[in-house]
């Protein structure tokens, strides 16, 4: 399985963007699929998990400005970002769960204020 991210730049705050992840491969659409993100000097996050019937949860501190979204049909899972803040700036990784977890190689995101 490969996951590709893209839609990743540089926005300033309050703006949008939307990223997308196409996987390579026949399980996507039996399987959970997910965004971390990591910023500068933290730890990785969950910022938004998809399972495979639609079902979504969201970390709290992107709740209401972040949708994620599936498209079984392409192989891709889409993050729609909202009014975002500089403190979203990090670098956003797709994943998919099945019997391990497939990572990205990530897409940088960065909220200029």
């Known amino acids: 399985v490969q996951l590709v991210e893209s839609g990743g730049g540089l926005v300033q705050a309050g703006g949008s963007l939307r990223l997308s992840c196409a996987a390579s491969?026949?399980?996507?659409?039996?399987?959970?699929m997910g965004w971390y993100r990591q910023a500068p000097g933290k730890g990785r996050e969950l910022v938004a998990r998809?399972?495979?019937?639609?079902?979504?949860n969201y970390a709290d501190s992107v709740k209401g400005r972040f949708t994620i979204s599936r498209d079984n049909a392409k192989n891709t899972v889409y993050l729609q970002m909202d009014s975002l803040k500089p403190e979203d700036t990090a670098v956003y990784y797709c994943?998919?769960?099945?019997?391990?977890?497939?990572w990205g190689k990530g897409t940088l995101v960065t909220v200029s204020s």
């Open positions: 998809i399972n495979n019937g639609g079902s979504t």
């Open positions: 994943t998919l769960n099945a019997a391990k977890t497939y």
């Open positions: 491969g026949s399980i996507f659409s039996n399987n959970p």
